[in-house]
Nanobody, 117 residues
Framework: QVQLVESGGGLVQAGGSLRLSCVAS????????MDWFRQAPGKEREFVAR????????SYADSVKGRFTISSDTAKNTVYLQMNSLKPDDTAVYLC??????????WGQGTQVTVSS
């Protein structure tokens, strides 16, 4: 129903910045929020940030508060994750998730972020 494509990952030195993008297509009118998650090798997937599609209200994991900023451009069906002051612990595959009605979800393929020390 909703397809997501992430981009913007890459290799960056500690202290650097990256901006991730996630473009939604399909039945985008049913999206009520968008999230970023991440998954490092050998670890469980963890929540990073969330933005409400209608109100724009945001929430963050404690580990990224003050460093990461989630934003959206609903006209472009796009959500962004600005990541500053990156640390090696931020290395992971970053995945975009759309929250849909009736607890439905749609996931992107992910984009790799690698932070070197």
């Amino acid at each position: 129903q909703v397809q997501l494509v992430e981009s913007g990952g890459g290799l960056v030195q500690a202290g650097g910045s990256l901006r991730l993008s996630c473009v939604a297509s399909g039945r985008t009118f049913i999206i009520h929020a968008m999230d970023w998650f991440r998954q490092a090798p050998g670890k469980e997937r963890e929540f990073v940030a969330r933005i409400s599609w209608s109100s724009g209200s945001t929430s963050y994991a404690d580990s990224v508060k003050g460093r990461f900023t989630i934003s959206s451009d609903t006209a472009k069906n796009t959500v962004y994750l600005q990541m500053n002051s990156l640390k090696p612990d931020d290395t992971a595959v970053y995945l975009c998730n759309a929250e849909l009605p009736f607890s439905g979800q749609s996931w992107g393929q992910g984009t790799q972020v690698t932070v070197s020390s």
